[in-house]
Protein backbone atom coordinates (compact mmCIF):
# COMPACT_ATOMS: atom_id res chain seq x y z
CA UNK A 1 0.00 0.00 0.00
CA UNK A 2 1.53 3.46 -0.93
CA UNK A 3 -0.38 6.78 0.67
CA UNK A 4 0.74 10.32 -1.41
CA UNK A 5 1.01 13.33 0.21
CA UNK A 6 0.71 16.55 -1.94
CA UNK A 7 1.49 20.02 -1.42
CA UNK A 8 2.39 23.29 -3.48
CA UNK A 9 -1.25 23.80 -5.18
CA UNK A 10 -2.37 27.52 -5.34
CA UNK A 11 -3.72 30.63 -7.17
CA UNK A 12 -1.27 31.46 -9.59
CA UNK A 13 -1.56 34.90 -11.86
CA UNK A 14 -0.86 33.92 -15.60
CA UNK A 15 2.61 33.40 -16.83
CA UNK A 16 3.35 32.08 -13.31
CA UNK A 17 4.46 29.64 -11.71
CA UNK A 18 4.29 26.98 -9.32
CA UNK A 19 6.03 24.22 -7.90
CA UNK A 20 3.89 21.13 -6.97
CA UNK A 21 5.82 18.34 -4.48
CA UNK A 22 4.39 14.40 -3.66
CA UNK A 23 6.06 12.26 -0.85
CA UNK A 24 4.90 9.04 -1.24
CA UNK A 25 4.90 6.77 2.47
CA UNK A 26 5.14 3.08 1.64
CA UNK A 27 7.51 -0.10 0.36
CA UNK A 28 8.80 -0.35 -2.76
CA UNK A 29 8.02 3.20 -3.72
CA UNK A 30 11.48 4.01 -5.32
CA UNK A 31 11.32 1.14 -7.69
CA UNK A 32 7.76 2.79 -8.88
CA UNK A 33 7.08 4.99 -11.43
CA UNK A 34 5.83 8.66 -10.27
CA UNK A 35 3.58 11.00 -11.87
CA UNK A 36 1.16 13.73 -12.21
CA UNK A 37 -2.50 14.01 -13.58
CA UNK A 38 -5.00 16.72 -13.87
CA UNK A 39 -8.42 16.84 -14.19
CA UNK A 40 -10.25 20.50 -14.70
CA UNK A 41 -13.71 20.55 -14.00
CA UNK A 42 -16.33 18.98 -16.49
CA UNK A 43 -13.34 17.31 -18.64
CA UNK A 44 -11.32 13.63 -18.30
CA UNK A 45 -8.05 13.04 -15.60
CA UNK A 46 -5.32 13.51 -18.31
CA UNK A 47 -1.25 12.46 -18.16
CA UNK A 48 0.76 15.58 -17.35
CA UNK A 49 4.10 13.63 -16.62
CA UNK A 50 5.38 10.62 -15.26
CA UNK A 51 8.88 9.71 -14.14
CA UNK A 52 10.25 6.56 -13.73
CA UNK A 53 12.51 5.26 -11.30
CA UNK A 54 15.84 5.43 -13.66
CA UNK A 55 14.44 9.27 -14.45
CA UNK A 56 13.14 8.57 -17.58
CA UNK A 57 10.02 10.87 -18.36
CA UNK A 58 6.81 11.19 -20.40
CA UNK A 59 4.73 14.44 -20.89
CA UNK A 60 1.37 14.91 -22.21
CA UNK A 61 0.89 16.90 -25.34
CA UNK A 62 1.98 20.25 -25.43
CA UNK A 63 3.38 20.36 -21.79
CA UNK A 64 6.83 19.46 -22.08
CA UNK A 65 9.12 22.48 -22.08
CA UNK A 66 6.54 24.31 -19.97
CA UNK A 67 6.68 22.06 -17.03
CA UNK A 68 8.93 19.65 -16.00
CA UNK A 69 8.53 16.62 -13.47
CA UNK A 70 11.84 15.32 -11.09
CA UNK A 71 12.44 12.79 -8.53
CA UNK A 72 14.34 12.18 -5.59
CA UNK A 73 14.60 8.92 -4.62
CA UNK A 74 15.77 9.05 -1.09
CA UNK A 75 13.12 11.16 0.30
CA UNK A 76 10.11 9.29 -2.21
CA UNK A 77 9.04 12.43 -3.73
CA UNK A 78 8.19 13.57 -6.98
CA UNK A 79 8.20 17.15 -7.65
CA UNK A 80 6.23 19.14 -10.89
CA UNK A 81 7.85 22.46 -11.87
CA UNK A 82 5.15 24.53 -13.84
CA UNK A 83 5.67 27.44 -15.24
CA UNK A 84 4.27 30.23 -18.21
CA UNK A 85 1.36 28.92 -16.96
CA UNK A 86 -2.04 30.34 -18.32
CA UNK A 87 -5.76 29.97 -17.35
CA UNK A 88 -6.57 26.65 -19.38
CA UNK A 89 -3.70 25.00 -16.79
CA UNK A 90 -6.13 25.42 -14.33
CA UNK A 91 -7.29 21.63 -12.86
CA UNK A 92 -7.11 19.91 -9.80
CA UNK A 93 -3.42 17.95 -10.21
CA UNK A 94 -2.76 14.33 -8.40
CA UNK A 95 -0.25 12.56 -7.61
CA UNK A 96 0.11 9.19 -8.83
CA UNK A 97 2.58 6.15 -8.19
CA UNK A 98 1.83 2.99 -9.94
CA UNK A 99 3.64 -0.48 -10.81
CA UNK A 100 2.85 -3.36 -12.65
CA UNK A 101 2.72 -7.00 -11.65
CA UNK A 102 0.41 -9.00 -13.69
CA UNK A 103 -1.86 -6.28 -13.93
CA UNK A 104 -1.16 -2.38 -13.37
CA UNK A 105 -1.39 -1.39 -9.68
CA UNK A 106 -2.28 2.69 -9.52
CA UNK A 107 -2.57 4.71 -6.08
CA UNK A 108 -3.52 8.37 -6.06
CA UNK A 109 -3.17 11.24 -3.90
CA UNK A 110 -5.81 13.46 -2.97
CA UNK A 111 -5.43 16.14 -5.33
CA UNK A 112 -4.19 19.66 -5.11
CA UNK A 113 -6.40 22.46 -6.76
CA UNK A 114 -4.23 24.80 -9.40
CA UNK A 115 -6.15 27.89 -9.86
CA UNK A 116 -4.17 30.44 -13.15
CA UNK A 117 -6.11 33.77 -13.13
CA UNK A 118 -5.62 37.29 -13.09
Known amino acids: QVHLVESGGGLVQPGGSLRLSCEAY????????MGWYRQAPGKQRDLVATITPGGITNYGDSLKGRFTISRDNTKNTVYLQMSSLQPEDTAIYYC????????????WGQGTQVTVSS
Open 96 to 107: NVHYINIRRYDF
Open 26 to 33: GSGVSFHT
